[in-house]
Structures are given as structure tokens and as C-alpha cells.
């Protein structure tokens, strides 16, 4: 120790010769070196932000985006390099950004030049692993590999061939994700823990939006209803529909990770839950929260048998009766013409005829909208002019206008397997049914009134993830069940052998 200290000493009046320090020490120049380095680094980032924006204030949001992107890419490449599963954060952030309004304003076509290159930089890394594991030749995993395909492959026929390829490719690269995370799912704790990553990158964007709420100025959050005139909450996207899908996939998340959270996380993931559905009620959309209510109610009843029933039958009937005694909340519950779920019924109707017109293999991936540019469809409110971005609100629809009526129907069939083998005897060995009613099934309820996207958007986003948590479990389930018969018939043919000797 004397001749280190000498050492140490005699570097100081000349040359430290830092191979001789003690390990700690020189553990610790390391460390303040890094640190230096990076706060030299964030200091020169927020200088030339600074400077850009006050040479270029009309482009302040693009350098703020541009900032923003700087520093975040090379967090998460770190963070789902250490643990695949953080992905999710991700794609969750990627859906924030992609719908934010001032992506949006600044550019009508930024957002898909923002995802695309952000998912393969992300996804493309693991995609080679991903094929070695041979998952994608395993049952519900193979199957929606080739409805993905077939997506693709509508390009070839597509009303507008770029756009399909373009979102056919921006739905395959989040599935690739989601393949790797399935690989590191072994058990009930770990898909629990899943949705808890789900849920992390869900409350980011739920915080964004009590502070967006309490610091931005309410002209710019705040949207009128066309028909109503009532003003709702869109936070920093384009519409409030997103402040409804960023809800129930909070909620789901929520649910699903509640039973492994204990102490603080319990705490604040209840926080997050409570601040995504007031969200949800300032935006004034009611689908996804009542998605959400009937999936809660069919879970009490299911866990809880009569008495569960009993509780939901008496819980409506003091709703139903406050909504009937005051005058206002009956007016504000059948505001907008709810006979015709708000005017998609018109919407709807074309949509059907157009079916019939190509039921085998549809007008091309994820462009149902532009259906609607035909002369025959007399909805002429502006709602509906979008072209191919304008939603028909009901994902089965679309999905049949895209790829036709066999495509949907393979579609609900490996959903929905999952789900049905979940409750068969001895097949829900991760006690994984709770998720199907408090999770899963909301978004398949909005998905009558919303268009879901394939892994797009926050509610489609959680939809994939709950999906392919089920599956996870049934191939789980089915490749040990497939052991057992294996050593089962090995010990029959040693027995066998053993009597004919």
C-alpha cells in the first residue's frame, strides 16, 4: 500500500501511470472521465438546439423532434440490447410520436418516414435470431407470418400498391418484436411482467398528457365535437380517438400486471390506470371505456359466479337509474345519433356492398379507406374524405375490405384459439385467463366501433401483446404434453419388448 501511495505521489508531480493505481481508484477515474464526457455531450446538444431554434424559431418543433430523436435512439438501442423485451417501450413511444400533432402538422407524411426507419433500426437487428428459433413455423405464430404475407402480397392488386407495402412492412416489423419477446416467456410471472413493460411505456405517454394538460395552453389540447360542439381532450395528438386507445391499453397492461406487482409498483401503476381513464373521460370516448366496463363485468361475473352477477346487475341499475333522474347526463349519453353508432353506419352499409363486390381477396391492405372515394358512396361529411386514412371503425370490416372474407376469417380464428384453449382443462397452466376478459376482450369489443390496426396503435399494440402471451402458452403447453406422450410411448414399447422377449 506505501509503494502505491509513493507511486501515486510521484505520478502526481510528473505523469500518472494509471496501469498502477489501485483497481478502485482507477475504476473511478474511468467513471468521472465518462460522465465528463457525457455531460460535454448533452451540454453541445442543448447548445446547438438552442441555437437552431432561435435562427430557425418557424422550425422549432422539427429541432425539438430532431433533439429528442438524438437522444432517445441511442437510450433504447442500450435498453433492448440488455433485455429484448423493452422493445415495447419502444413501439409504444413510436405510436406516441407517429400520432403526436406536432408530427403531424409539420409534415402529413412524417410520421410514416419516422416509423419505418425507427422499427427496422430496432427490429431488423434481432430478425435473424428470430427466424433461427423456428417460431415462426409454430402454430398461431405461422399463422398470422402468413396472413402477413398475404398482406403483403396485396400490393400486387392494391387500389394504392406503396401504401399497402408500407404499412404491410410496418406491421411485419413490430410482429418480429413480438417474436422475440414470446422467446424469452417461459412462465405465468414472465408474461405478467411483460404486460408490466407494456404498461411502463403506456404511463410515459399518460404522464406526457397530465403535463401537456397542466402546462400547455388549452387551445391547442382541446378539440370541438363536429356534431356536438362538446370540447374533448386530445392531448398531443391529433384527436382524442388516441387518448381512447392509449386508455384501454393502459387498463389492459394494467390488469395484467397487477397480480405480480407489490409496495410502490402497485401504487403507481394503480396512478397510471386511475390517470389514463380520466384522460379518456376528458376526451369523451366512450367506446373504449366502455369496452373496458363490460370486460371488468364479465370478469366479476366469471370469478365471482352469482354473487358477481349480483353486484353488476345492482351496479347498472343505480347507473342506469342516476342517467334516467338527471335530464344533462341523458342528453350527453345519447348525443350524436347513437342509433347509428355516430354515423358509421352509413359508412358501414358501403362497406358490406363493397365486400360483395370482391369478397376473396379485398381492394388491398390497410387502404379500406379509399373505397370510399367511389361516386356511389353518398356520405359525403367530411369525416369520410380522407381517402385511404380514413378509418371504417370497425377492424373486421376492414380487414375483409382489405384482403377479403377468408382473411378475416383465418384472422379470428388464430385470435381466438388461444382464448378458447385457455379455459379447456389443464391448459391455463400460467393462470393466464383473467387477461382474456380484462384485457384481450375490450379490444375486441372496440374493434366493432374502431379500426384496430395489425400491431398499430396503442389498443392494437396491447391486442398483439395479450395475443401472443396466450399463444405463447398454448405452444407451451402442447410441445410439454407432446413430451410426455413421447416418453409414455417409450416406456410402452420398452414394456412391450420386455413381454415378447
Request: glycine residues 8%.
Amino acid at each position: 500500500m506505501q509503494q502505491k501511495i509513493q507511486l501515486f505521489a510521484r505520478d502526481s508531480a510528473g505523469g500518472q501511470t494509471w496501469n498502477e493505481w489501485p483497481n478502485p481508484l482507477r475504476e473511478f477515474g474511468k467513471a468521472g472521465a465518462t460522465v465528463s464526457r457525457t455531460v460535454w455531450v448533452a451540454a453541445a446538444i442543448i447548445g446547438l438546439v438552442v441555437v437552431c431554434i432561435l435562427g430557425f424559431p418557424e422550425r422549432a418543433s422539427m429541432v425539438a423532434i430532431v433533439a429528442a430523436v438524438a437522444v432517445i435512439l441511442p437510450w433504447g438501442i442500450y435498453c433492448t440490447s440488455q433485455k429484448v423485451s423493452r422493445l415495447l417501450i419502444v413501439l409504444v413511444l413510436i405510436e406516441a410520436a407517429t400520432a403526436s400533432s406536432v408530427v403531424v402538422a409539420t409534415n402529413s407524411d412524417l410520421g410514416a418516414l419516422i416509423r419505418c426507419p425507427v422499427e427496422c433500426l430496432f427490429c431488423l437487428p434481432i430478425l435473424l435470431s428470430v427466424w433461427r428459433s423456428k417460431l415462426l413455423h409454430q402454430g398461431g405464430f405461422r399463422d398470422y407470418k402468413i396472413f402477413l404475407i398475404i398482406a403483403l402480397a396485396s400490393a400486387s392488386y392494391s387500389q394504392l400498391p406503396e401504401i399497402t407495402l408500407v404499412r404491410a412492412v410496418a406491421a411485419i416489423l413490430p410482429f418480429i418484436a413480438l417474436c422475440a419477446i414470446a422467446e424469452e416467456v417461459h412462465n405465468g410471472e414472465d408474461a405478467r411482467r411483460v404486460m408490466g413493460i407494456l404498461l411502463a411505456g403506456c404511463g410515459i405517454v399518460v404522464v406526457v398528457n397530465v403535463f401537456a394538460l397542466a402546462l400547455v395552453p388549452a387551445s391547442t389540447l382541446w378539440q370541438p365535437d363536429p356534431d356536438t360542439g362538446l370540447l374533448r381532450f386530445c392531448g398531443i395528438f391529433t384527436g382524442p380517438n388516441e387518448i381512447g386507445s392509449l386508455a384501454i391499453a393502459t387498463l389492459g397492461a394494467g390488469f395484467g400486471y397487477w397480480p405480480v406487482t407489490k409496495g410502490w409498483k402497485r401504487a403507481l401503476t394503480a396512478c397510471v390506470m386511475v390517470g389514463s381513464t380520466i384522460l379518456a373521460v376528458l376526451a369523451d370516448s366512450r367506446s373504449p371505456l366502455a369496452a373496458s366496463a363490460i370486460g371488468v363485468a364479465i370478469y366479476f361475473v366469471w370469478r365471482y359466479r352469482l354473487q358477481g352477477a349480483i353486484a353488476i346487475v345492482a351496479l347498472f341499475t343505480i347507473v342506469y337509474s342516476v342517467f334516467v333522474s338527471v335530464p344533462s347526463l341523458r342528453v350527453y349519453v345519447d348525443r350524436g345519433d347513437v342509433a347509428s353508432f355516430t354515423g358509421r353506419q352509413v359508412a358501414w352499409d358501403f362497406a358490406i356492398r363493397s365486400i360483395e363486390e370482391r369478397p376473396l381477396i379485398g381492394y388491398g391492405y390497410d387502404v379500406e379507406g379509399q373505397i370510399l372515394e367511389s361516386k356511389y358512396f353518398d356520405g359525403w361529411d367530411e369525416v369520410w374524405s380522407e381517402g385511404y386514412q380514413t378509418s371504417l371503425h370497425n377492424g373486421y370490416l376492414s380487414r375483409a375490405v382489405s384482403l377479403g372474407l377468408p382473411a378475416l376469417l383465418f384472422w379470428i380464428f388464430f385470435i381466438t384459439r388461444p382464448m378458447l384453449m385457455a379455459f379447456m382443462p389443464d391448459q391455463d397452466e400460467w393462470s393466464l385467463r383473467s387477461i382474456i376478459w380484462l384485457s384481450i376482450l375490450p379490444t375486441l369489443i372496440l374493434n366493432l366501433t374502431e379500426s384496430i390496426p395489425d400491431f398499430g396503435s396503442f389498443a392494437g399494440l396491447e391486442m398483439a401483446v395479450v395475443w401472443m402471451l396466450l399463444e405463447r402458452q398454448r405452444l407451451f403447453i402442447q410441445a410439454k404434453s407432446a413430451i410426455h406422450t413421447a416418453i409414455a410411448e417409450e416406456a410402452k414399447s420398452l414394456l412391450v419388448r420386455a413381454l415378447q422377449a
